[in-house]
């Protein structure tokens, strides 16, 4: 819905609803929470390297201590898998991508990074929530490059 302004009100502007926007869909939200999501982990993983960092007195890199060493292992991969699977998520929404789709990627996404980073935390080898988080991560990341083919080229 179109709606102006009075002047001395936004300079008398003409303002649109968020439907009329030629960048809404009804995917939007979606996107909104899975980014948020993602964003928050992605907050929380900072703060734990950062809390190790302060324990073992540890400013710049790992040192000998292997929790410090695991939490930051955690957030470097989220740190490298996330924004390439939101930059996906962000053009499925402008193709005008399925809600299920965005919901496939968004959930397999997010599911996965936090099984690796739980899997990660607990020890440096290779444990179910790791590998389960990885490959729900490699799942996310490959029906996002599908489906911006996909909806761009058909």
Not at 114 to 119: K, N, Q, R
């Amino acid at each position: 819905m179109l709606r102006r302004t009075r002047p001395g009100h936004g300079g008398g502007r003409i303002e649109l609803s968020r439907e009329d926007s030629m960048f809404y869909s009804a995917s939007l939200p979606i996107l909104g929470v899975y980014a948020g999501l993602n964003i928050l982990i992605n907050l929380f993983l900072a703060y734990r390297v950062s809390a190790n960092r302060v324990r073992s007195k540890v400013t710049t890199g790992t040192g000998s201590d292997d929790a410090l060493y695991n939490a930051s292992r955690a957030h470097i991969v989220n740190a490298e898998y996330t924004p390439i699977a939101l930059i996906g998520l962000v053009v499925l929404n402008v193709l005008g991508a399925s809600i299920y789709v965005m919901h496939v990627v968004g959930l397999a996404l997010t599911v996965g990074r936090v099984l690796h980073a739980i899997g990660v935390s607990r020890t440096g080898e290779s444990t179910p929530p790791r590998l389960v988080g990885t490959l729900l991560t490699w799942i996310a990341l490959l029906v996002a490059g599908i489906g911006c083919l996909w909806y761009a080229l058909v």
